[in-house]
């Protein structure tokens, strides 16, 4: 019934088609969970500052592993042994563990973002820097998840860090100065 349709007659939910039953349902799903702070778990950056308020419920949620997090973790496990960087990385809980010659680094299954270091230390890498995935070289079991490829093209990029060209991300990796700090 449309709100500003006076003539319209109320349905008893039984009798609502179900078609329109199952879109409606869909879109309120979708809004749901794209829109709960519980859902951003796995796809949020929570190192940015604007999360900062949230930083408890997430220390919270730590020990949840979404549905998310398990179908990347599996299609990890299917592609991680066929990358040319494989015998440098591993599979830890909600982590790709990739070992290269400066550090070892903890890319995240959930979000893609990596840390490296005994501190745990944010490394943002952008776009720019990581290498590109041919689609013909590499098949990814999900081919729409931006995350799942980031991942790959991160543990690509760090497995041969001694190839990095970028002097941002060597100077953080080294540890010294970046950019204006």
Not at 12 to 34: H, K, M, T
Not at 63 to 78: G, I, Q
Request: with cysteine; charged share 35%; proline share 6%.
């Amino acid at each position: 019934m449309r709100l500003d349709d006076r003539r319209a007659a109320r349905l008893p939910l039984g009798d609502v088609p179900d078609l329109i039953f199952s879109e409606a349902s869909r879109d309120v799903d979708l809004f749901v969970s794209l829109c709960s702070i519980a859902a951003a778990n796995d796809d949020v950056a929570w190192d940015d500052k604007r999360f900062a308020r949230f930083s408890s419920y997430r220390e919270q949620q730590e020990d949840r592993v979404s549905p998310l997090v398990r179908s990347r973790s599996a299609a990890l496990e299917e592609v991680l042994p066929r990358l040319p960087v494989a015998e440098r990385g591993r599979l830890e809980q909600r982590e790709l563990v990739v070992r290269g010659d400066l550090a070892v680094y903890r890319i995240s299954v959930g979000t893609g973002t990596v840390r490296f270091g005994r501190g745990n230390t944010d490394l943002p890498l952008g776009d720019a820097v990581l290498p590109a995935l041919e689609a013909s070289k590499l098949y990814l079991p999900f081919e729409d998840d931006p995350i799942l490829h980031r991942i790959v093209r991160c543990a690509l990029l760090l497995g041969r860090d001694r190839e990095i060209t970028d002097a941002e991300t060597l100077r953080r990796i080294r540890g010294g100065p970046v950019g204006g700090e």
